[in-house]
């Protein structure tokens, strides 16, 4: 098999087909597999649709000979209509880039089993414990499918279409209660606890039957008695959910050998809200404000994923100015961000407090611009679709618009960034305590899907504004910064790295904002009820400061509202190394791994 | 040498400690660092050295014009001795509709006749559920909801002091005038143009060209949110 791949690759005397490499890999797959692959010919959907029985050996192939090595979201769907339900599976190239092959699976729904893709692709691990979650599909071979997101005596699968909250009102905003004879209720009176907060059958919390505890420590090395004989005791200690240094309320089920990691569990979902229930249920342009609160220290870069995913069902055109302007916001979100990151991560080192502060002051000035354009320091709301909500201000702080930017991206950063670098890059302790610990491999990080920073810090140099350029990234100078150690150290420097290819950008986006002034900012008469014109599926994807932030957004003809909308989160993948990087480390150092992994709970347990 | 990466943080910490007393002698000399309005507006812009506390509430940074907190109502400004003048709102339920997390309630008013009135009988939102997402303030067609700069709700009990009501909403034109001067000067001038425009085509028939039509200022064109040139 591999030879005749070999003899399809493109050469040089022209004669071999210049074929883009998504078709070519789909064209491969149908010949090797006639009767499991076929093409995906509903409407305004594309990519390939395989049978569940062949999904491991098409993953494989796909994964070897084809050189599809990442897999980067999962996604389930319930296709309630067709009694089927669906699981999506995107996957791309990290050498050649370009757009990804979809794949589509389809099984029946009443009792919805797969064959799991963790022996393939390891970072397939904490996204099928999602859809088994919400959607209730069974991976068969997943090693511990358990609960992820929703509590483990939750009763139901939320996401399923006939699946009602608490309070249900209605499927589909706009409530017909609100307008003309709106007589307000407070929903948690009408709240019918015990209805859907109740033990599902068999569910003991303190009894033998089903014991959540232990099953989470089950598959931990680790026996009661072994302590006779042994030096060491093994211990199993919960870190958080109330914990200072997990950035919010994320538990860490951690077995240690003395002060040594042998196992470690995330336990997430604290914070979960079922951002794609609610998603389902709002109007497009309903779910933007909501997006903002995923990642709430990126609100920029989460409206652009979700406007470019929309705008390509709606196949509406970007006034050139408002591109300057999303890429001028997205950018400075993305040095915003690497700078609370850093700043926490040097506080989970030690250095308590100092350089965080320092930088959070340039980090204050980029909010207060935020405030000034969009109203609103963190929950920016400032993307529409076919545009942007407002033109630039003329005035920050009493300072001309064109003017504080140019002292901030010229001045302000370049020396808060040395500054930074001063304090941390050649400090000793530093140095000491992130150079070779935490250390994520090169494969590793493919194989567990990771992205953004701690995929790049290991050596692998993919970054969505360059294999699948959105926005004006193309017409764009400026470096992928890649580093290759894939410890803490190395995700420190990228960061700083990046923070500087970011200045790059902003350098040569602001003459272009200077000359679109007065240009139109959005496309057309926006629109507040908006119907999409067409079915189908659509994937929007950026690169958010911490990884690749993807929306799978389907909808049927003439609707208001998704029919899915999943969110394929960076901060929650990103989680799922996390086991194996802090295994044979100290407790001290757990912490330092989680800060340079980055994330935020407000979108990993969305 | 080892010990050198250490020293040189020290020496930056050290500059930024020295820099904060240095900005305090430059301040004791101009009214002093602190509860001056001059010295405040330094500490929060660009050029800002040394600390840059601000010390809430005694003093309070500057909100912009574009700061969105909980909605209001705009009524004409009220007659002598009355507390608000006629509301903008003509309960089309635009907002309530729009609203994403649904906290809008709107009780249309209805004539004797049975038919709808263009005048909300009561109007409810629940700040508590609000997100200051400004999209209601965005699609009224009739400016009469706007976002609030007044951030300080606290109070001892959400499940009533948190449902505003149509009384609790209200404030008049005035009042948007004061917080936001050049949005709302720009939605004035906007509102005549659009009358001016429908007055012009009522004099000139539906067949006259449009490039001799009165066109908007370009100040205000500027001024313009989203909504596009004309609404
Ligand atoms: S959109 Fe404006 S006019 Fe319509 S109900 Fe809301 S506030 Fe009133
Ligand atoms: S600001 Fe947003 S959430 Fe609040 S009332 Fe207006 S539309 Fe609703």
Redesign the interface.
């Given at each position: 098999m591999s030879e005749m791949i070999l003899d399809d690759q493109p050469q040089d005397d022209g004669t071999a087909v210049n074929q883009n490499p998504v078709e070519r890999a789909a064209a491969l797959l149908k010949e090797r597999f006639p009767d499991a692959v076929t093409d995906d010919t509903r409407d305004g959907y594309t990519g390939l649709m395989v049978s569940a029985d062949k999904l491991v050996e098409v993953a494989t192939a796909l994964r070897d000979d084809i050189g599809f090595d990442y897999l980067s979201s999962v996604t389930g769907v319930d296709q309630i209509n067709d009694n089927k339900m669906e699981v999506v599976y995107h996957t791309y190239s990290i050498d050649q880039g370009g757009s990804g092959l979809v794949l589509h699976v389809q099984v029946d729904r009443d009792n919805p089993v797969l064959p799991s893709l963790t022996p393939i692709w390891p970072g397939a691990d904490f996204q099928e414990r999602e859809a088994w979650d919400l959607l209730g599909i069974h991976f068969d071979g997943h090693h511990d499918l358990r609960r992820i997101l929703t509590w483990d005596g939750f009763a139901g699968h939320p996401l399923r279409k006939d699946w009602k909250e608490v309070f249900y009102e209605e499927d589909h905003?706009?409530?017909g209660?609100?307008?003309?004879?709106?007589?307000?209720f407070?929903a948690e009176e009408k709240t019918v606890y015990g209805k859907n907060v109740r033990y599902p059958e068999g569910w003991l919390p303190t009894g033998d039957e089903y014991d959540v505890e232990t099953e989470m420590y089950t598959g931990i090395t680790y026996t009661r008695d072994q302590q006779s004989g042994m030096k060491t005791d093994k211990l199993t200690v919960n870190m958080g959910p109330q914990h200072p240094s997990t950035h919010g309320v994320f538990r860490m089920v951690v077995t240690l050998d003395g002060e040594t990691v042998i196992d470690l569990k995330p336990v997430m979902g604290y914070l979960h809200r079922n951002h794609e229930k609610i998603g389902e249920r709002?109007?497009f342009?309903?779910?933007?404000?909501?997006t903002d609160?995923l990642d709430y220290l990126s609100s920029m870069s989460n409206n652009h994923g979700y406007v470019l995913a929309v705008e390509k069902l709606l196949g509406s055109t970007v006034p050139e100015r408002a591109e300057w302007i999303r890429i001028l916001m997205v950018e400075l979100t993305r040095i915003c961000n690497h700078m609370w990151a850093l700043g926490f991560l040097l506080n989970d080192l030690g250095a308590l407090q100092?350089p965080m502060l320092?930088f959070y002051?340039e980090r204050?000035?980029i909010l207060?611009f935020f405030?000034?354009?969009?109203?609103?320091r963190m929950?920016c709301?400032y993307m529409?679709f076919g545009g942007v909500?407002?033109?630039l201000?003329d005035y920050v702080?009493?300072?001309e618009t064109i003017s504080?930017l140019e002292?901030?991206i010229y001045e302000?950063i370049p020396a808060v960034l040395d500054?930074g670098d001063?304090?941390?890059?050649?400090?000793?302790?530093?140095?000491a305590r992130s150079i070779g610990v935490g250390i994520l491999s090169r494969e590793d990080a493919i194989a567990y899907s990771t992205a953004g920073p701690v995929l790049r810090a290991s050596g692998a140099q993919y970054d969505v504004r360059r294999a699948e350029p959105y926005s004006y990234y193309e017409s764009l100078d400026f470096d992928i910064p890649v580093r290759y150690n894939g410890d803490i150290y190395d995700r420190y420097l990228i960061r700083m790295d990046e923070m500087r290819q970011s200045l790059r950008i902003l350098e040569q986006v602001l003459p272009h904002i200077k000359a679109t002034k007065?240009a139109p900012i959005?496309d057309?008469?926006?629109q507040?009820?908006i119907r999409m014109p067409n079915a189908g599926e659509s994937y929007g994807r950026v690169e958010n400061p911490k990884g690749e932030l993807g929306y799978y957004v389907t909808t049927r003809r003439r609707e208001s509202n998704p029919d899915r909308y999943h969110v394929r989160a960076p901060s929650f993948i990103n989680l799922t190394p996390l086991g194996k990087m802090c295994e044979g480390h100290k407790v001290a150092d757990i912490v330092a791994i989680l800060g340079s992994i980055d994330i935020v709970l407000g979108e990993v347990d969305r | 040498m080892?010990?050198?990466?250490?020293l040189?943080?020290m020496a930056?910490?050290m500059k930024?400690f020295v820099d904060s007393y240095l900005d305090d002698i430059f301040w004791a000399a101009r009214g002093g660092r602190y509860y001056n309005d001059e010295a405040l507006?330094v500490r929060?812009?660009?050029k800002g050295k040394g600390v840059?506390t601000v010390f809430y509430p005694e003093e309070k940074l500057s909100?912009?014009?574009?700061?969105?907190f909980v909605p209001f109502l705009v009524t004409d400004d009220p007659p002598p001795g009355q507390k608000w003048g006629k509301d903008w709102c003509t309960?089309c339920?635009?907002c309530?509709?729009?609203?994403?997390p649904?906290c809008?309630?709107?009780?249309?008013g209805v004539q004797p006749n049975g038919r709808?009135k263009p005048e909300p009988n009561?109007f409810?939102i629940?700040i508590d559920i609000c997100?200051?997402?400004?999209?209601c303030m965005?699609?009224c067609p009739f400016d009469a909801i706007k976002?609030d700069h007044d951030y300080e709700l606290a109070s001892y009990d959400r499940?009533t002091a948190h449902?505003h009501d149509k009384e609790r909403l209200s404030k008049p034109l005035s009042y948007w005038r004061e917080i936001a001067p050049k949005k709302a000067a720009a939605e004035a001038a906007i509102r005549d143009h659009v009358d001016e425009l429908k007055a012009w085509k009522k004099a000139n028939g539906r067949d006259a060209d449009p490039s001799t039509a009165p066109k908007m200022t370009?100040e205000n064109t500027?001024q313009l949110?989203?909504?596009?040139e004309y609404?």
């Open positions: 905003k706009p409530f209660s609100r307008w003309p004879g709106g007589e307000v407070r709002n109007t342009i309903q779910n933007l404000p909501y609160r100092t320092y002051l204050e000035l207060d405030e000034e354009a969009a109203g609103s929950m709301n529409r909500a407002y033109d201000p702080r009493e300072q504080f002292e901030l302000h500054q001063g304090l941390m890059t050649n400090n000793e302790i530093v140095r007065g959005v057309g008469k926006p507040y009820a | 080892y010990g050198l990466g250490i040189k943080g930056i910490t930024h507006k929060q812009g660009l840059k909100v912009p014009e574009r700061f969105r309960s339920g635009i309530a509709k729009v609203c994403p649904q809008i309630w709107i009780e249309r709808p009561q409810y629940d997100m200051n997402c400004g999209f965005e699609f976002l499940t449902i370009e500027k949110f989203y909504r596009g609404y």
